[in-house]
């Protein structure tokens, strides 16, 4: 199979790391052409002058996206008009109103779209979902969880404080992550409450959101997602009517994963607690990635998250609307 890569930023190298040896690394374009020249070497391939020149490549079987958020709509549409494939990072789009024309011209089409949620992919997350499926906390009550970083120096004139660029602040940048995860353990949600504060960052964006969402069936995730956050650090709880699931960490400078599973005794009083840790390096982008890929191999779909994307940016919107940012 033959990928490309749109954007050879970190998250574009990233992304090209994890590619399946199976996949063929044809091309790669960037605004920015020193940063496409520097890419193209690493990763032995070529870079191209225009995005129009790169989706013209010959049995080119999909393109990943990693660009900054208010161009991950346009170039999604303009590959799927190129009838490729797409791999696109999250958001996906800067707001619900871009993504749903991704989600309807995607939908219409025999194409597939992917939105890179790689946290899904983390080895306790996925360990988690089995001990959900399997009964083993029984019936899930509510979640809560945290993640945050504590940005660096000149933060508040990066991209990712540009509302025009970024569609927001924390919320729209780790905040999907943890929008998403809720829903992977409590299917649809709608939100319920929703701060979104500027503490300490000089910028007109939020560096806090404090979020909480309900299901359909009175299950709460409640949420916070930060980048005053001075030890970068990563905690999600799930709680059953006879278990918790407490993950934490996802590995580097959010410290060593683990998954803790709490049982309680019959007699109830302190738990049976097992804990399990992965210290090896991060497989979650490789495990979605290859996901993707073989869907486009074999027709599957496993891997088609659009509606879930779609999800978490109608949550984000409207927390948006509720807070005037």
Excluded at 136 to 148: E, K, N, P, Q
Excluded at 166 to 186: A, K, N, P, R, Y
Excluded at 257 to 282: F, I, K, N, Q, R
Aim: net charge negative; hydrophobic share 40%; with cysteine.
């Amino acid at each position: 199979m033959k990928a490309a890569i749109i954007g050879c930023g970190l998250i574009g190298k990233k992304r090209a790391a994890a590619l399946p040896s199976t996949v063929e690394l044809a091309g790669c374009f960037d605004v920015v052409v020193a940063s496409a020249e520097s890419f193209a070497a690493e990763f032995n391939t070529k870079a191209y002058k225009s995005v129009a020149e790169l989706l013209a490549i010959r049995d080119l079987n999909f393109v990943v996206i990693a660009t900054r958020h208010d161009s991950l709509a346009l170039l999604t549409i303009q590959a799927l008009a190129f009838e490729k494939n797409v791999f696109v990072e999250k958001p996906g789009a800067i707001n619900e109103f871009e993504f749903l024309e991704v989600y309807e011209l995607a939908r219409r089409s025999n194409l597939k779209v992917h939105v890179g949620y790689n946290h899904r992919y983390h080895p306790a997350l996925l360990q988690a979902y089995k001990f959900v499926l399997d009964g083993s906390i029984g019936d899930v009550m509510f979640l809560r969880a945290r993640y945050g970083h504590g940005g660096r120096l000149g933060y508040e004139k990066e991209w990712r404080a540009d509302k025009s660029k970024s569609g927001g602040g924390e919320l729209i940048d780790q905040g999907t992550h943890l929008i998403d995860l809720s829903i992977s353990f409590l299917g649809k949600v709608e939100l319920d409450y929703a701060a979104t504060p500027t503490y300490f960052w000089d910028m007109p964006v939020e560096d806090n959101a404090f979020i909480s969402l309900r299901s359909k069936q009175g299950k709460i995730a409640f949420l916070q997602a930060s980048c005053t956050e001075w030890k970068n650090m990563f905690s999600l709880e799930v709680y059953g009517k006879i278990g918790k699931l407490d993950i934490s960490g996802l590995g580097r400078s959010y410290g060593v994963e683990t998954l803790t599973l709490h049982t309680m005794l019959p007699e109830m009083g302190p738990p049976v607690s097992e804990t399990w840790t992965y210290p090896e390096p991060d497989k979650s982008w490789a495990l979605e990635i290859g996901e993707f890929v073989d869907d486009l191999m074999t027709g599957s779909n496993n891997s088609d998250n659009l509606d879930s994307s779609l999800g978490v940016l109608r949550v984000i919107s409207e927390i948006y609307r509720r807070t005037n940012r």
